[in-house]
């Protein structure tokens, strides 16, 4: 970080000078107090005015985001130089969230952190999570909750997200993994979506998850974090590769978005509590959409509605009459409909002509 910036600091390389010794080789390290000495001159450069620029209001502003495991850190930047900086620790709860999640986190605390700075002007935000430049045009109606509820504070603000690799967000990338300046948490206004379930229901989902060998290990992996290639991912869990961003921890439970991840051994009581009414395949996907979810349940429904004796008996008797079909008439009042139907306690009786399609 600090070599980044050594175009805004003047004389760098004096301060630096004890520093780089220790690095030479054969060098013996002994960390001395002319080395200390350096290390918080440096350190104060850094924070003082003169390396940071002031903010003009007439140029582009652009803002680095990054998290990680244990923090989140922003940098306001305008022609590649530094306004101002903030970080944060992550709480217990965040570090839980799904990659996608703690990413977007960050983006909205960059925006009210800097709110002075960014209201009413555009700004440009660079992240090393490729997932975020689409989310910001994801209908919000389909978003997951909880990002519905990050997408919702991010609505004030003019934003472009784009893709920036992590190797060059030199600022976002080491506050986030730094100790951050504050963990206060960020304050929930609202709780758009909450799926209720019982105790012995959770209880239970949560003992069979920890018996289950392939969740156990894919808990482990999204509380570890995610490589950057598939490859390293255990072979058990590469089937869940695709789908790392939208995956989390809560209280034991793994949610992909809100949809409980359900262990294969209760996936056929689910089945049976999905498809209890009877409903179509169509119902019975929606039903469980969001609330339950694990690799292949939309041909599970498909296979259980189809091979249910029930529905077999029934369906042949619920055939949908096919539409009857008229000749078309050459001229108004040829050919004219009539129906009746009843509406706010009225009832009324409707004529219309076939030809010009308007009601008498």
Same mark, same amino acid.
């Given at each position: 970080?600090?070599?980044?910036?050594?175009?805004?600091?003047?004389?760098?390389?004096?301060?630096?000078?004890?520093?780089?010794?220790?690095?030479?080789?054969?060098?013996?390290?002994?960390?001395?107090?002319?080395?200390?000495?350096?290390?918080?001159?440096?350190?104060?450069?850094?924070?003082? #005015?003169?390396?940071?620029?002031?903010?003009?209001?007439?140029?582009?502003?652009?803002?680095?985001?990054?998290?990680?495991?244990?923090?989140?850190?922003?940098?306001?930047?305008?022609?590649? #130089?530094?306004?101002?900086?903030?970080?944060?620790?992550?709480?217990?709860?965040?570090?839980?969230?799904?990659?996608?999640?703690?990413?977007?986190?960050?983006?909205?605390?960059?925006?009210? #952190?800097?709110?002075?700075?960014?209201?009413?002007?555009?700004?440009t935000i660079f992240?090393?999570?490729?997932?975020?430049?689409?989310?910001?045009?994801?209908?919000?109606?389909k978003a997951p909750?909880?990002?519905? #509820?990050?997408?919702?504070?991010?609505?004030?603000?003019?934003?472009?997200?784009?893709?920036?690799?992590?190797?060059?967000?030199?600022?976002?990338?080491?506050?986030?993994?730094?100790?951050?300046?504050?963990?206060?948490?960020?304050?929930?206004?609202?709780?758009?979506?909450?799926?209720?379930?019982?105790?012995?229901?959770?209880?239970?989902?949560?003992?069979?998850?920890?018996?289950?060998?392939?969740?156990?290990?894919?808990?482990?992996?999204?509380?570890?974090?995610?490589?950057?290639?598939?490859?390293?991912?255990?072979?058990?869990?590469?089937?869940?590769?695709?789908?790392?961003?939208?995956?989390?921890?809560?209280?034991?439970?793994?949610?992909?978005?809100?949809?409980?991840?359900?262990?294969?051994?209760?996936?056929?009581?689910?089945?049976?509590?999905?498809?209890?009414?009877?409903?179509?395949?169509?119902?019975?996907?929606?039903?469980?959409?969001?609330?339950?979810?694990?690799?292949?349940?939309?041909?599970?429904?498909?296979?259980?509605?189809?091979?249910?004796?029930?529905?077999?008996?029934?369906?042949?008797?619920?055939?949908?009459?096919?539409?009857?079909?008229?000749?078309?008439?050459?001229?108004?009042?040829?050919?004219?409909?009539?129906?009746?139907?009843?509406?706010?306690?009225?009832?009324?009786?409707?004529?219309?002509?076939?030809?010009?399609?308007?009601?008498?």
């Amino acid at each position: 970080m600090i070599q980044y910036m050594s175009p805004f600091i003047s004389n760098l390389s004096t301060y630096t000078d004890p520093l780089r010794k220790l690095l030479h080789k054969n060098s013996e390290w002994q960390w001395t107090e002319s080395h200390e000495e350096a290390f918080q001159k440096i350190k104060n450069l850094v924070h003082k #005015r003169m390396t940071l620029n002031y903010f003009n209001t007439e140029k582009a502003t652009a803002i680095e985001v990054d998290s990680s495991l244990v923090g989140m850190g922003a940098a306001l930047i305008q022609e590649g #130089r530094p306004i101002a900086f903030a970080s944060k620790s992550m709480t217990e709860t965040e570090s839980r969230y799904a990659n996608i999640e703690r990413e977007l986190l960050a983006v909205v605390f960059a925006l009210e #952190r800097f709110h002075t700075y960014v209201y009413g002007k555009h700004v440009t935000i660079f992240s090393d999570h490729k997932p975020l430049e689409n989310i910001q045009y994801k209908n919000l109606a389909k978003a997951p909750p909880r990002l519905q #509820r990050l997408m919702l504070r991010i609505q004030p603000y003019n934003t472009t997200i784009v893709h920036k690799p992590g190797k060059d967000m030199i600022f976002a990338d080491y506050l986030s993994r730094e100790n951050p300046t504050s963990g206060e948490e960020i304050e929930l206004d609202a709780v758009i979506h909450q799926v209720s379930i019982s105790d012995e229901k959770y209880n239970a989902l949560k003992e069979e998850t920890a018996k289950d060998t392939e969740l156990a290990c894919l808990k482990s992996q999204i509380i570890v974090g995610w490589p950057d290639e598939a490859k390293e991912v255990p072979q058990a869990i590469k089937k869940y590769w695709s789908m790392r961003d939208y995956l989390s921890v809560e209280n034991g439970l793994i949610l992909k978005n809100s949809s409980i991840v359900i262990p294969e051994s209760m996936q056929n009581l689910i089945l049976e509590k999905i498809h209890e009414g009877h409903q179509g395949i169509e119902k019975c996907q929606l039903r469980a959409r969001n609330s339950v979810f694990w690799i292949g349940i939309t041909k599970d429904i498909h296979n259980k509605v189809k091979c249910c004796e029930i529905c077999e008996q029934y369906s042949k008797s619920q055939v949908k009459q096919p539409l009857m079909q008229h000749e078309i008439p050459t001229q108004p009042f040829e050919k004219l409909a009539a129906d009746i139907f009843h509406l706010d306690g009225q009832d009324f009786l409707l004529v219309a002509d076939y030809y010009s399609k308007m009601p008498l």
